[in-house]
């Protein structure tokens, strides 16, 4: 059967906010005064540690009680209808320190039947040898230095072309002994591609499993970690020995909130994941700030060893002249934001740009078009476009370094991923410091 093919839409235009909020609690507060002082106001809050072992059952908190605190992170996320009670804790109380929105938050793939324009564009192009992705002046690109032509990326028998543009076929490093967190829609876990490998996996989606009904998590995951396609058919995964753990934090419909998507990233940081890949998000407005929760959070994750990697967004319409900002949560300074770049090293038309300037860069790019990979069944394999899936290229890239350096921190990883990046001739607001490169 034929790959499925789409290319990505915005999150744009759909609702943004749960009605609840979290809370930014004071570095090292206990949960015995953070429990004491929430009493205060009337509200009864959760320690995440209660739910250890079935940490699908946060949820629990929300019915039971009034929210949860995610203890290894500080973050209270509470449910709606207690602003007063908030606001009191927050101007009376040294524990409860700031207040957000929670946001709702999407893989960014869209219906099938929204890109045949595209497609057929595309298809144009490659007939007439034109190029998809013209230059657009966009506002305060950085100046560019003329750099040596890069070559077109091209599918072949060993491997498709995202791989070719990450030189990872001539690099020996797989990822070995590395865990990698895909959280995103789940996972297809009896695709036959990875069968034998072992899958931890939980799914923080009340109702549903694991398992992927929707496709995306299992594309990301396959981009990050797969191997070949069948027994011997073409690469399409960047670090093919690192352990996979998937956390379902987006329903089978690619969406999600703020509090799942906490609660799959603390059970990855528990279980010693070094990367975390991140394919989903939410529009913000240019000249938005971006969350301080998270940029904070992303912070102690880095300095627990963990490093977390989203997709910048699909919101551009660059062949029309529109350069959108760098979705949620990418756009914390402490998240490594990812952009997207087609077989000829041109930006994506759909890639955000860095056009925030306190905040919301883009750090680096990945292969983003025309991406193939693992996917749900009947079709098993899909070909989709989107930041979604340059994100997981530099997951898997992040694993291999990892496995080149053993002892590297988060923080050491974050450069190594930018110093070992190739050069392109876009500016930085679009590819950040250029395209992920695997170690040699």
Known sequence: MDPYTTYQVPSGDRPKYTGKKLVMLAPGASMKNIDAEAKEAALRLAPSSAYRKHEEDYLKA?????????????VAVINANNDEQIKSL?????????????????????PQSRNFGLVLWQLICRIFGRKSNP??????PDPVEPLPPLPVFENNTQAYWGLHALAALSSSYTGKGVKVAVLDTGMYLAHPDFAGR????????????????????????GIAVGGLRGTNGPRYGAASDSSLYVAKVLSNEGIGSDSGILAGMEWAVNEGCKVISMSLGASVEEDTRYSGIYNELAGKAMDMGTLIIAAAGNDSRRRQGLIRAVNHPANCPNI???GALDRRSEVADFSCGGLNPNGGLVDIAGPGVEVFSSWKPPQEYAILSGTSMATPFVAGVAAQLLEAFPDATARDLWDKLLTHARQVPLPSRDVGSGLVQSPQ
């Open 336 to 338: 490594l934001a990812v």
């Open 198 to 221: 072992e899958i931890v996996s939980k799914s923080f989606i009340q109702g549903e499993t694991v398992d992927d009904a929707n496709g995306h998590g299992t594309h990301c995951a």
């Open 90 to 110: 927050v101007y009376a109380h040294s524990n409860f320190h700031y207040e957000e929105p929670e946001r709702y938050l999407y893989a960014l793939e869209g």
């Open 135 to 140: 230059p657009v002046t966009g506002p305060n």
């Open 62 to 74: 929300f019915d039971e009680g009034d929210g949860i605190v995610f203890e290894k992170f500080g």
